[in-house]
């Protein structure tokens, strides 16, 4: 993996509608701007080279996610949702981005969670330096925990450059701030 840059940030929701929260909400995210190896090829068929670049960025991603959630007293026990994503610059393939974030993303970021029934909800797309994404936010047990269905933004402001590759994760602590939505009975 040849890394040009990292991105990480924090966001802390301490009162939400006029309202002080009984714990700050916390969505850790970590950006990390890769070469893509296949950046002006076209089409090519075998992206396997890209779905060891999700491991490896998956690893390295929730080891500095978390150390994010660390300083703030956090641990990998209190994550309870989580989201990913990724922008590929225009010399590339949306397919890059599904070969990253689908076969393989997954596993290093649950083995240092500990945990994660359910899938990891992400997006991607296409697009030039200081695009944003919204990472879509699920429960990492069960997608239907409407408390921590949310989203975050990311923007790395000088990338992707058009053979690079964003590549996001978000870990939240605290589910949605002030989620109060019920599923009907």
């Known amino acids: 993996m040849k890394i040009r840059a990292v991105h990480s940030a924090v966001h802390e929701t301490m009162s939400e509608a006029g309202s002080t929260l009984e714990a700050p909400t916390v969505v850790a995210t970590c950006a990390v701007v890769v070469s893509n190896p296949l950046a002006g090829q076209g089409r090519v068929e075998n992206l396997e080279e890209l779905e060891v670049l999700g491991s490896e960025s998956a690893a390295f991603l929730v080891e500095r996610s978390l150390r994010v959630l660390d300083a703030l007293?956090?641990?990998?026990?209190?994550v309870r949702g989580y989201g990913k994503g990724a922008i590929v610059g225009t010399d590339g393939?949306?397919?890059?981005?599904?070969?990253i974030l689908h076969p393989r993303f997954g596993a290093p970021v649950r083995a240092a969670i500990g945990?994660?029934?359910?899938?990891i909800p992400g997006t991607k797309k296409v697009a030039g330096p200081g695009s944003p994404i919204t990472m879509p936010i699920g429960n990492k047990d069960d997608r239907w925990v409407f408390d921590d269905m949310d989203a975050v933004d990311i923007c790395v402001p000088d990338a992707p450059h058009a053979d690079e590759i964003v590549?996001?994760?978000a870990l939240s602590c605290g589910g949605?701030?002030?989620?109060?939505t019920q599923k009907p009975q």
């Open 93 to 99: 393939d949306r397919e890059h981005s599904a070969a």
């Open 176 to 180: 949605r701030p002030g989620a109060r």
């Open 167 to 169: 590549i996001a994760l």
């Open 115 to 119: 945990g994660g029934a359910d899938i």
């Open 73 to 78: 007293g956090l641990s990998p026990a209190d």
